[in-house]
């Protein structure tokens, strides 16, 4: 497969602002460096997204992916972004099928910063497929802990979503984190996550794939999902209604409220193998 071209244009992740805190002191703290991104495709305006930056040629290319704009990163020939004017160029190799008409009717979303998605995005989820993934419990408990030792952007500044794209290995017991995304919107950083997928050569990627999540589990972010071949979600927060109609409809497993040894699989209890005297026996060590 043919992959797109692109810029490295990471963008510094924070900055220092001055502050003064409940004693009257002066100090300076961190905070995520949000700034815009407007998207043109084929020189034809797209969309704007606030982000981190982090990895905004990704980010770009997981979206239109998200969107069902494109079939695969193969139909990309080339993303150039230029933080001087906010801009990404997306070059396709023969553009993009009506794309006036599937970008026309909008959907806006719960996702931080007001997300939207179009509207063609719900209309497909019946068309999804899911591996036969399956995870225990002790790789639950594994990832948790892979997540809270990542060194991140919130730990330092806070008012960030994290995802996290993870395989799993054979033994039923360890994981493996394959990408790690922060932005300013959950959304943004499973559309970089999708855009990071479809630049791995499928050996990358053996395996049962699990994604994880800081946000809730909205519809959006079930579906994205899904639409990445990942069959489990796992999240800290909770999960919507629609969201969780959307799992069961397409057969996907949701665990919320994921923290330490606790947890909630609001769907697809079938896809988690349960190992319940893990959680017994550090409840009776904390006892």
């Given amino acids: 497969m043919r992959l797109p071209r692109l ?23 961190s905070i995520p460096a949000e700034r815009d991104l407007t998207v043109y495709v084929d020189r034809r305006e797209l969309v704007t997204l606030m982000t981190l930056g982090a990895q905004p040629e990704l980010l770009v290319l997981g979206y239109l992916l998200n969107q069902r704009l494109i ?3 193969a139909d990309v020939d080339s993303i150039t ?3 001087e004017v906010g801009a990404a160029a997306v070059k396709t190799h023969t553009g993009i099928d009506r794309i006036e008409e599937r970008t026309a009717k909008k959907v806006v ?3 931080c910063g007001q997300g939207s998605v179009f509207g063609e995005l ?29 060194e991140s952007t919130y730990k330092s500044a806070g008012s960030v979503h994290g995802c996290a794209l993870f395989t799993l290995r054979d033994d039923g017991i360890e994981v493996q984190m394959q990408c790690f995304i922060e932005d300013v919107g959950r959304h943004n950083a499973i559309d970089t996550i999708a855009g990071w997928i479809a630049m791995q050569p499928p050996s990358q990627l ?14 959006e972010m079930v579906i994205k999902s899904a639409q990445m071949g990942v069959a489990i979600v796992v999240s800290r927060s909770g999960m919507t209604q629609m969201g969780h109609e959307v799992a069961t409809r397409v057969g996907l497993c949701a665990i919320g409220r994921a923290t330490n040894r606790r947890f909630v699989c609001y769907a697809g209890v079938d896809r988690l193998v349960l190992q319940p005297e893990l959680a017994g026996a550090r409840r009776a060590a904390t006892a």
């Fill in 71 to 73: 079939e695969s990163a």
């Fill in 109 to 111: 979303t719960t996702g």
């Fill in 206 to 219: 053996a395996g049962g794939r699990v994604f994880y999540t800081t946000g809730r589990l909205t519809s």
């Fill in 7 to 29: 810029t490295q244009a990471q963008a510094p992740l924070t900055r220092e602002v001055e502050i003064v805190d409940e004693l009257g002191e002066r100090g300076l703290v």
């Fill in 122 to 150: 719900m209309a497909g989820i019946d068309r999804l497929q899911l591996p036969g993934t399956r995870m225990t419990q002790a790789q639950l408990y594994s990832l948790v802990n892979a997540i809270r030792l990542q």
């Fill in 81 to 83: 972004v230029d933080w």
